[in-house]
């Protein structure tokens, strides 16, 4: 069975996500998305919240898998017997930090090789600080995530949709 393992903070879970997941699951027997757990970065969600979004976003895709980690992901990839890392690359600015984050899995175990999807070009700009940044001064955030989703986010914010 091939397995994968798409980590991320998902704070919120935007559409750039969503298609990354739909587009990685076609070609793995399994996909894993693996939530980090971190409390330094101060969420804006839960992760209960976080793991409730991401099963309803995906609920349609049957071979996707939704967990949490805390820790480090290469840890997290070999218990979930996953041999594959997906992550998105929406421009090159990604890239070094990415390249060097790949690096450093592979150097700690060599069977896990992280496979990059390039983002969609409609959602190459997007991400959750954007989402967030645009709903704390109550704009439009239609264009970003699903509509399941904006209410729950404007809330955080005290703001109605
Ligand atoms: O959505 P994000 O915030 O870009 O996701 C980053 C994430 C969660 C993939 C990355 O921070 C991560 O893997 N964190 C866990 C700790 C770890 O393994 N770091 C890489 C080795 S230094």
């Known amino acids: ?15 750039g996500h969503i298609d990354i997941i739909e587009r990685s699951a076609k070609m793995v027997d399994e996909l ?4 980090l757990n971190n409390s330094a970065k101060n969420p804006l969600f839960s992760i209960k919240e976080r793991v409730s979004m991401l099963e ?3 609920n349609h895709i049957p071979n996707v898998k939704i967990t949490f980690f805390d820790g480090l992901l290469i840890d997290c990839a070999r218990k979930m017997e996953a041999s594959i890392i997906i992550r998105g690359l929406r421009a090159v600015t990604d890239f ?5 984050i790949a690096q450093t899995n592979r150097i700690v175990n ?7 999807l390039t983002t969609s070009l409609e959602y190459a700009y997007l ?4 989402v967030k940044e ?7 955030i239609s264009h970003f995530v699903p509509e399941q989703l904006v209410e729950k986010i404007y809330h955080k914010y005290n703001y109605k949709n």
């Open 1 to 15: 069975m091939k397995r994968a393992i798409y980590p991320g903070s998902f704070d919120p879970v935007t559409f």
């Open 32 to 35: 894993v998305v693996a939530i």
């Open 56 to 58: 309803e976003m995906t």
């Open 96 to 100: 070094e930090y990415e390249l060097q």
């Open 110 to 116: 060599s069977q896990i090789d992280t496979i990059f």
């Open 127 to 130: 991400s959750s600080t954007i």
């Open 134 to 140: 645009v709903a704390s001064y109550g704009g439009d």
